[in-house]
């Protein structure tokens, strides 16, 4: 189970890398085009926000699965380690509960109904069902994190 991890979290890795260095370079043309050629782009600025929700939603899963995500864990370092070991259990069944129903298949409605109106984007004119197929890929993500964090608690 470890190393199917760590393959996850190495592809995960790697489209993080490109998704940030795309918006990089994508920012960059767009300063270079608006204050260098005076003649700004036209799509910089919608694909760098469509880049930034895709590294927002990618990133959450990664950082779920090295349990590095933003947590107030003054209660939890009060209880002893049985207690900590069932309420971290019990905040990633939550989690992954949360990640089931609202973006596996919340999103994937979504992805199928914008899919099936055909909506595009108004600059890059591409449909944003893709754009927003990001949800439920990083809901399976999360899901399969806050099942492996649950599988190592209960291991230890």
Known sequence: MKSVKMKIDYVVEIALAFLMSLMTLNV???VFSRFVLNNPSSFT???ARYLLIWLGLLGAAYVTGKKMHLAIDYFVNKLGNKGQK???TFIYTLVFLFALFVMVIGG???VSITLHLRQTTSALGIQLGYVYLIVPV?????MFYSFYNVYEFLKN
């Open 45 to 47: 600025e919608e694909l």
């Open 108 to 110: 994937t409605n979504l």
């Open 138 to 142: 990083s809901g399976v993500l999360i």
């Open 86 to 88: 069932y309420l971290r």
């Open 28 to 30: 960059l043309w767009q």
